[in-house]
């Protein structure tokens, strides 16, 4: 795919859908810059010209000229356009939809409570009981992937798929970037979820998308 | 579309989620029913067994064998299947990644958040921190599509579509099942937005989903 042109996503190492987006580009092996946006202006012009919710990520292709917010609808763009033989996904009935069913379980139930506990851990700690509900629900999605994931490799259709990936991101971030939270350790409890994370980790592509994240990570507090 | 068997709706009358659902079956003009679901046993079997998540709603289709969660994909399964005319959709490109944009940010961004409010407010009243945050939420929510609205009738492609109509039962639920958040009065300040949610919900399809679900509350209510 060297004849594509870079593909810009304009996103920050310390928060997690952009890394989403990342795994995915390094699954497909696509070229793109990683363009770090100062999280302090996110909500400002120039970045709200690009994405008026004033949120990471936001990926411009300009092989097709699109620009698009909101990481699940990216993950879907780059799979449709660029996975034409299918490697990451499954395009038979229903199996097609019930991807689009856990990228939906990962940005809506997911991503968002565990948004919410690092809000309040990081900001508000004194808010016991919120902080409280966010570990509640974390706990209560492992479980509820604990039990899908009984007897199975993978989400849908016994492979990798996009789905599976997009769930690694905001795992990563609350084991590795919270470890006083200690979930690395609560993990073993949940040992179908905990196999197929680390199954998900230990692939070429996601940990290199992985290792630049710390990269980026360290020589942004080396500044 | 007579010939059509009758998809069957997992809900419930106090969550906007079904109702979103809801809005969608009406507009396509499909034969449903709306079952509800005992809210104190969606986390239990014989639900769990449709849906581990333990959430609503989940959507059967006798017609193709479909049983999907999520609201997202439902709705979008429902526009792929049945408006092959494409009245509530746009098939080309960029358009239709951006139809999934908006959707994405309804249910990632707009849900969960107004959700959260919902639920501190209703049972954890004193948590007087956490209300102001989802608070913040719903009125910045407002202020991103109020900007995006300007000067248009709908989201994307100059007409109603599915994303536009993905937003209708979050904002129902807030503005009419909790007067106490005084958020009638609130909309006049964002009147792109105000004007356009006046408009999706004086459509007779949308009128039609939100008198239902009036009618099931009331039913509920005088048992």
């Known amino acids: 795919m060297s004849e594509l042109e870079t593909l810009i996503l304009h996103g920050h190492y310390g928060t997690p859908n952009p890394l989403k987006v990342m795994i995915l580009l390094e699954e497909l092996g696509l070229p793109y810059k990683h363009v770090q ?5 996110v909500k400002e012009e120039p970045y709200t010209q690009l994405n008026p919710n004033g949120r990471l ?12 917010w909101e990481s699940a609808p990216i ?3 780059l799979v449709d356009t660029y996975d034409k033989a299918g490697r990451l996904t499954l395009r038979s009935f229903p199996e097609s939809y019930h991807l689009k069913q856990f990228l939906a379980l990962q940005s809506s139930g997911q991503g968002p409570y565990y948004g919410q506990w690092v809000f309040f851990a990081r900001y508000l700690p004194g808010e016991a009981v919120a902080i409280a509900r966010y570990k509640d629900q974390l706990l209560r999605v492992w479980s509820v992937l604990d039990k899908i994931l009984e007897g199975k490799e993978y989400l849908v259709g016994g492979k990798c798929t996009y789905a599976d990936l997009s769930f690694v991101a905001w795992e990563d971030g ?3 970037k919270f470890p006083e939270f200690g979930l690395e350790k609560r993990a073993s409890e949940y040992p179908n979820y905990n196999a197929w994370y680390q199954r998900l980790i230990a692939r070429p592509a996601v940990a290199k998308a992985l ?3 710390r990269e980026e990570m360290a020589k942004a507090a080396a500044k």
Request: aromatic share 4%; proline share 8%; glycine share 4%.
């Open 37 to 41: 946006v100062d999280i302090t202006k």
């Open 57 to 68: 990520p936001t990926l411009e292709d300009p092989n097709t000229g699109l620009v698009l």
């Open 75 to 77: 993950v879907e763009y």
């Open 174 to 176: 609350m084991r590795v």
């Open 211 to 213: 290792r630049i994240n």
